[in-house]
């Protein structure tokens, strides 16, 4: 049982830090797209 809930939570943070990197990916294509937009 124990060991069940430390792999769904482990699981959960996965997902978090999954999400959060997409974001994050998605936050720094926009800004690249953004600078060379400005620069052109």
């Known amino acids: 049982m124990k060991g069940d809930l430390r792999v769904h939570f482990l699981a959960i943070a996965l997902a978090n830090v999954m999400s959060v990197q997409s974001m ?14 400005t620069i052109r």
Do not use: E, P, T
Request: glycine share 14%; no cysteine.
């Open 24 to 37: 994050f990916i998605d936050l720094v294509f926009d800004g690249i797209a953004g600078s060379v937009a």
